[in-house]
């Protein structure tokens, strides 16, 4: 059965729009004509380290225009999946400023003292200490959650153990495994979708991974659309079991398709 059109848009940020922190040819363009063209878009990421104020200010660098509203953290969705869980909770967190003000906006209290959850986040100071104390939590009762599963993140200098790698050291020591909220979790998917005011059948997801991304729409009812400009190669995408609805070099060879979701 064919689908509607499209009418909004979600999409990664890394690889998709940016890449080590230098825009994609033609994002600009993309982002220039979904706001021309009043079409609904949010930028989805895993990574729980940035506000979405400071992330904002990132993109502006890049030279991408992009408001805080218009973007929509694997912290933000943390935090509202426990803020709907156990309202006005405790969590050790583990994780930078975007994980904390995250929670404490929800309602939440950081605490060591036991903590209804431990939280771990996107951070580039891990310490052995904090991590010790997370595993004892969690043995002593209190429940785990990570932010997402990536286990490896992208530098200049090439990739950087992440939230997933140090989830797998917890979970090995202390014999309980955290639940995941960001991709490729529907659940992100559906707050993204809540947050839109969007409906699955008519809205798209643009991503450069089909591990997270492209699954991620697929579990939620999107359209997916793979670009070719972070990590995923087209002979990699073919060795998937499942796949995009299609894939593109960019998302300049989008700006096309926005004139016809406008249109509807």
Known sequence: MPREVTRSWLMDMDGVLVREGVAVPGADRFLTRLRELDLPFLILTNNSIYTRRDLSARLRLAG???????????????AGFLADQRPGGTAFVIGESGLTTALHEAGYTLSDV??????????????FERITRAIRLIIGGARFISTNPDPTG??????????GSVAALISRASGHEPYFIGKPNPLMMRSALNDLAAHSETTAMIGDRMDTDVVAGIEAGLETILVL??????????????????????VADLVDDLQKSASV
């Open 64 to 78: 991408l225009d992009v408001p805080e509203d218009a973007l929509w953290t694997s912290a933000l969705a943390t």
């Open 114 to 127: 036991e903590p209804d959850y431990v939280v771990l986040g996107e951070t580039r100071t891990y310490s």
């Open 154 to 163: 992208p530098s200049p200098d090439g990739p950087l153990p992440a939230t």
């Open 229 to 250: 400009t972070g990590v995923t190669t087209r002979a990699e995408a073919e060795r998937f079991p499942f796949r995009a609805s299609r894939i593109v070099d960019s």
